[in-house]
């Protein structure tokens, strides 16, 4: 075993992991609150909101997210908009996820049988209220699992960081095989096996969850 490899090994973890995982978590954040917002247009059913939205969810995810994180990082300072490293990541990967968390929000909320907004109706409430007091306390729980599907995606995902710059795992190996390349292989065992770490108990619980609720 290389000496070399415990010391690169501990910055991997201590500087690359934290990067990588408040990377994954901001991103998801803004995966969730952004499906949520455009997914409840989308139950709207007004054609213009309707075709704005489609729009956003199809540009989205036709592009690669390698482009869309260059995009930001090297684009939008030519409009004058100037975003660091992270969070340049954070907004590609979020806007990314947002467009996907559409998809889950919408298609959970059509899942409900539509006589129970109806019987709301019947009883006098309004769309918002049917929406917040019916339709989506129903909906939220069909959402958890292809959410958390989403989460794994975005952590697998955020390693694209990297090539803007953003010290996260695999940054993180690269800076240390520049050094001593015979690092490479371990280094790259050593992060699958984090990245398998952080997934497989989410996809895990994932399948569970969706089980238990259908």
Do not use: C
């Not at 309707?50 to 684009?75: K, S, T």
């Not at 340049?88 to 996820?97: C, E, H, M, R």
């Amino acid at each position: 075993m290389n000496p070399a490899y415990f010391p690169a090994l501990r910055d991997v973890l201590v500087h690359g992991l934290p990067v990588t995982i408040e990377v994954s978590f901001a991103s998801m954040l803004i995966a969730v609150a952004g499906g949520l917002v455009l997914g409840v247009v989308r139950a709207l059913r007004n054609p213009a909101l309707d075709a704005i939205v489609i729009a956003y969810v199809e540009v989205l995810r036709g592009i690669p997210l390698l482009v869309l994180m260059f995009f930001v990082f090297f684009g939008l300072p030519q409009l004058g908009l100037h975003f660091p490293e992270i969070p340049s990541a954070i907004i590609a990967l979020g806007l990314w996820g947002a467009a996907n968390g559409t998809e889950i929000v919408r298609g959970a909320i059509f899942s409900i049988a539509s006589g129970q907004s109806e019987a709301g109706a019947a009883l006098g409430l309004g769309w918002l209220q049917v929406m917040t007091t019916i339709v989506l306390p129903q909906a939220l729980r069909r959402m958890i699992p292809p959410f958390m599907s989403l989460f794994v995606s975005i952590v697998e995902s955020s390693s694209l960081a990297a090539l803007i710059g953003v010290r996260d795992l695999l940054e993180i190996v690269r800076i240390k095989v520049e050094n001593d390349a015979t690092l490479w292989l371990p280094l790259l065992i050593s992060i699958l096996f984090i990245y398998f770490l952080i997934n497989y108990p989410i996809s895990i619980a994932s399948q569970r969850l969706e089980k238990r609720l259908t």
